[in-house]
């Protein structure tokens, strides 16, 4: 049986932290994508940015599983 808390965990996380850095890392993202089209140099810190974009998804699909940190 699944823990609920860890459901709860992954939501307030979800909503308070993911979503502010999915945010802030989309800005960066379009910036640095366009910028690693000219120099590849910036190829490491898009990918980066495209990792926190994709941050809230992980949340949510550790929610729905109610998976634990460790």
Do not use: E, H
Request: positive net charge.
């Amino acid at each position: 049986m699944r823990n609920p808390l860890w459901f709860i965990f992954w939501l307030i996380v979800l909503i308070l932290v993911s979503l502010v850095v999915a945010i802030v890392g989309a800005f960066f993202y379009i910036w640095t994508y366009l910028l690693a089209q000219c120099c590849g140099c910036f190829r490491s810190a898009a990918d980066f940015f495209l990792k926190c974009l994709q941050f809230p998804g992980y949340c949510a699909a550790a929610m729905l599983s109610c998976q634990s940190l460790c």
